[in-house]
């Protein structure tokens, strides 16, 4: 009998660390946040850069104030949404099974991917060349929605693969790391300057 027990959890141990070696413990690489936030945040002097480069041009202030204030919107919008996808995914993982969490992750970045292509058509559209505005050539980003957006559900998904492995207190503390000021964007008003 006691054979019996000891093979178990010889054979338990075994599968514990075979598993964690496949999976290469993929989940504490949630680095994608931080690089996602510094492309956003890398856009707004760009677009102004753009549009003081119209203003000069033109003789007219007023284009890179009504700019600023039409990008602090769009910008804005873009900000709470990444706010909550991040709050979502990390509930997706918390309150669900893999299973679920996966169909939860998903609806959640589409709706993250389709408020990236609409700021991203929105600054494309401001600053593409424009004979009428006199500019020389377009401005380049950084910021392709659909690689981000595809990059970020495979961090997602090692994460929860990852959380999966976890007790609820080690889950809870790194799943909230996701929320920290480090992955929070930057004010509008402190990019605009």
Not at 58 to 84: C, H, P, Q, R
Not at 100 to 106: D, G, I
Not at 157 to 174: I, L, S, T, V, Y
Request: glycine residues 4%.
């Amino acid at each position: 009998m006691k054979r019996y027990n000891l093979l178990i959890v010889l054979l338990l141990l075994i599968f514990n660390v075979t598993t964690a070696q496949k999976k290469k413990s993929p989940a504490a690489d949630l680095s994608i946040l931080k690089d996602t936030k510094s492309k956003i945040e890398a856009t707004v002097p760009l677009v102004i850069q753009h549009l003081q480069a119209i203003a000069t041009k033109e003789g007219d202030n007023n284009i890179v104030i009504n700019g600023k204030t039409a990008l602090g919107k769009e910008y804005g919008i873009l900000e709470s949404e990444w706010f909550l996808y991040r709050n979502n995914m990390k509930n997706c993982i918390m309150n669900n099974s893999s299973k679920k969490a996966k169909k939860c992750m998903e609806y959640h970045t589409q709706y993250l991917r389709n408020t990236f292509i609409n700021y991203s058509n929105y600054i494309s559209n401001l600053t593409r060349k424009n004979g009428y505005l006199g500019v020389e050539g377009d401005t380049k980003f950084e910021f392709k929605p659909a690689d981000i957006a595809t990059k970020l559900t495979e961090a997602y998904f090692n994460a929860n693969d990852a959380a999966g492995r976890m007790k609820a207190d080690q889950k809870r503390e790194f799943l909230g790391t996701t929320m920290s000021d480090d992955n929070k964007l930057a004010p509008y008003a402190q990019l605009a300057q």
